[in-house]
C-alpha cells in the first residue's frame, strides 16, 4: 500500500541540495525536507515512555514482561527513489524510550526531490562507522561497547523483569558486536529495508513502526529462562538478535 505525504511545508527543515541531483529528478521544482518519526508497539498495544514500569507484555514464549529500560541506535538513512538514484543522510538515531523528544530523527543535511521511494536503514552501526570512542553524546549515555567482546558500541538496550506473574527475574536483552572467540569479533549490524512504497509530494514525516514483541518471535523463539542476562558475550544470542531484528521494523501511517 502507498503512504502519501501531503503535509504542510516545514520550511524550517529545508535546507540545501545537490543541484544535479534535483534537476536529475524533478527539474524546476523545489526539493523537500523530511523527519524520521519513531513508534513503538508490543504487537498492537502502543509502548511510550509512561509504559516503562506499568505495563506487563507477553512474549512468544510465554513469559510475561516488563520494560525498565529501553535504548537503540540505528544509523545510514537512506531514501531510494525508483530511477535508482540513493539520498544518504548523515547522522544516527539514538532513542531512549523514556524521552519522547528522541522518538523523531530529522538529519541536518536534508533535502530531497519529490518522487517515490523506498526506505533503508543500518540497526546500529556498521563495519566503517561502529569506532570505539568517535561519538562525545553516545560515550555520555555510557552506550560504549567493551572491548574485550569487540568495542565500538550498543545497537540495543532492553531490560526488565520477567516471569513477573510468578517468580520475577531480570534479563538484560542488550545487542551489539558478536565475540566469536577470545579476541576474535563479527559484525553484527543489520541492514533494514521496507519495501512498501513511499511517495513524498511534501515536506513532512515519514513514520517507522518499531514492534518490539517481535525481538523475542521471529524466526528465534527467544526462551528468556535461558537466555536473561550475561548475554552480551554470548555469539548465539548475539546472532539471534541480528536474525530477528529483521521483522521489528515497518512502515507506519505518515501524518502530518
Same mark, same amino acid.
Given at each position: 500500500?502507498?503512504? &502519501? ?35 513503538? %508497539? +508490543? ?13 506487563? !507484555?507477553?512474549? =512468544?514464549?510465554?513469559?510475561? #514482561? ?12 537512506? $531514501? ?38 523506498? $526506505?533503508?536503514?543500518? +540497526?546500529?552501526?556498521? =563495519?566503517?562507522?561502529? $569506532?570505539?570512542? =568517535? ?6 549515555? @555510557? +552506550? ?13 538496550? #532492553? ?7 510468578? #517468580? ?29 512504497? &513511499?511517495?513524498?509530494? %511534501? @515536506? ?7 514492534? $518490539? ?23 548465539? =544470542? ?10 521489528? !521494523? ?7
Amino acid at each position: 500500500m502507498k503512504h &502519501i505525504l501531503t503535509i504542510t511545508c516545514i520550511a524550517v527543515l529545508l535546507l540545501s541540495c545537490s543541484t544535479d541531483q534535483d534537476d536529475n529528478l524533478d527539474p524546476g521544482k523545489a526539493p523537500v525536507a523530511i523527519t524520521f518519526q519513531f513508534t513503538h %508497539n +508490543w504487537d498492537d498495544v502502543l509502548v511510550t515512555n509512561s509504559s516503562i514500569n506499568n505495563s506487563i !507484555f507477553t512474549n =512468544a514464549h510465554g513469559e510475561t #514482561m516488563t520494560i525498565t529500560r529501553l535504548r537503540y541506535l540505528i544509523s545510514g538513512f537512506q $531514501l531510494i527513489h525508483e530511477n535508482g538514484t540513493t539520498y544518504n543522510f548523515d547522522g544516527y538515531k539514538f532513542t531512549d524510550l523514556s524521552t519522547p523528544e528522541s522518538y523523531n530523527f530529522t538529519p541536518q543535511s536534508n533535502s530531497i526531490p519529490k518522487g517515490r521511494y523506498t $526506505l533503508k536503514f543500518i +540497526w546500529g552501526f556498521n =563495519a566503517d562507522t561502529n $569506532l570505539d570512542g =568517535a561519538y562525545p553524546e553516545l560515550n555520555s549515555a @555510557s +552506550w560504549n561497547w567493551p572491548a574485550m567482546l569487540g568495542g565500538g558500541y550498543h545497537f540495543l538496550q #532492553m531490560d526488565g523483569m520477567y516471569n513477573v506473574n510468578t #517468580m520475577a527475574k531480570p534479563y538484560n536483552f542488550h545487542n551489539g558486536t558478536a565475540r566469536v572467540s577470545a579476541g576474535v569479533f563479527e559484525q553484527n549490524f543489520a541492514e533494514i529495508t521496507l519495501n512498501t512504497p &513511499i511517495t513524498i509530494t %511534501n @515536506s513532512g514525516l515519514i513514520s517507522v513502526n518499531m514492534n $518490539l514483541a517481535e525481538f523475542f518471535k521471529n524466526p528465534n523463539t527467544w526462551n528468556l529462562n535461558n537466555l536473561d542476562t550475561n548475554l552480551m558475550p554470548n555469539y548465539q =544470542a548475539q546472532k539471534m538478535m541480528q536474525a530477528n531484528v529483521q521483522s521489528v !521494523f515497518s512502515l507506519g501511517t505518515n501524518t502530518p
